[in-house]
């Protein structure tokens, strides 16, 4: 008898624990500054002047290329990194919507079309692979931290590289230029409260990465221009 009351109350347990099992809490998806429209390769013509021309800063107007930009393996991917130094893991619930490589190139791409210094922005093609200058991009980091006083921290830095043919071979141009991006939440109790502290930060990790693409892009245009250039503001 009491081996069978045993084995009714282990079969109750196991139906009270199905209904939570069954039911999966929804993922927060989160995106990088999104454009009005998706971008397209051929999209966004830069905007001229007065004279009908891109803006140039010196002798002719230049075209440029964007190479896929890569990233270390755990940034590589949509789930969302967190924690500091060596130590990182994902957050289970919150994901990016894209590989953060992808919506960065996105982010860099429509600042250069939008900025006037080129007559061209194009993703690279091994059909035009000679075509003007190369642009390559690193990212290093794009994590949320905890900043301390009840705050979480959204970061992200990367490196950008240009480069242009010589000789056949394509040779790098100047130094490499970083580019940095910061956004800050409150922290609040319970999971909701993370998933608004993340939105938080990654909303302001928007508003600074755009006009640090904006500054990156009139960099980019003083550097192939034969200028030296400091680099983006951090």
């Not at 939570?20 to 998706?38: G, K, N, V």
């Not at 590589?76 to 994901?95: S, V």
């Not at 079309?113 to 003007?132: D, I, K, N, P, Q």
């Not at 940095?180 to 922290?187: H, L, S």
């Amino acid at each position: 008898m009491a081996r069978r009351a045993l084995r009714l109350e282990v079969a109750v347990a196991w139906l009270c624990i199905l209904p939570a099992c069954s039911s999966t809490r929804a993922i927060t998806y989160f995106t990088l500054d999104p454009p009005p429209e998706p971008v397209q390769a051929d999209a966004l013509a830069p905007p001229t002047h007065g004279t009908g021309q891109p803006n140039a800063r010196k002798g002719e107007p230049l075209d440029i290329q964007v190479d896929r930009f890569r990233a270390f393996d755990i940034y590589d991917e949509p789930r969302m990194a967190w924690g500091e130094g060596p130590q990182l893991d994902h957050f289970k619930y919150c994901r990016w919507a894209a590989p953060p490589p992808k919506m960065l190139e996105d982010v860099v791409i429509r600042a250069l079309r939008e900025s006037g210094e080129f007559r061209s922005v194009e993703r690279y093609s091994e059909t035009h692979s000679e075509m003007g200058v190369l642009l390559q991009c690193e990212l290093r980091h794009i994590l949320i931290q905890g900043a301390g006083h009840g705050k979480w921290k959204a970061i992200l830095r990367a490196e950008v590289r240009l480069l242009k043919v010589q000789n056949g071979v394509w040779t790098q141009v100047g130094v490499p230029i970083p580019l940095e991006a910061d956004g800050e939440g409150k922290e609040e109790d319970g999971e909701e409260g993370v998933v608004k502290t993340i939105k938080a930060a990654v909303k302001g990790l928007d508003g600074d990465l755009k006009d640090k693409a904006a500054k990156l892009a009139e960099t980019i245009g003083i550097v192939l221009s034969g200028s030296e250039g400091d680099g983006p503001e951090r």
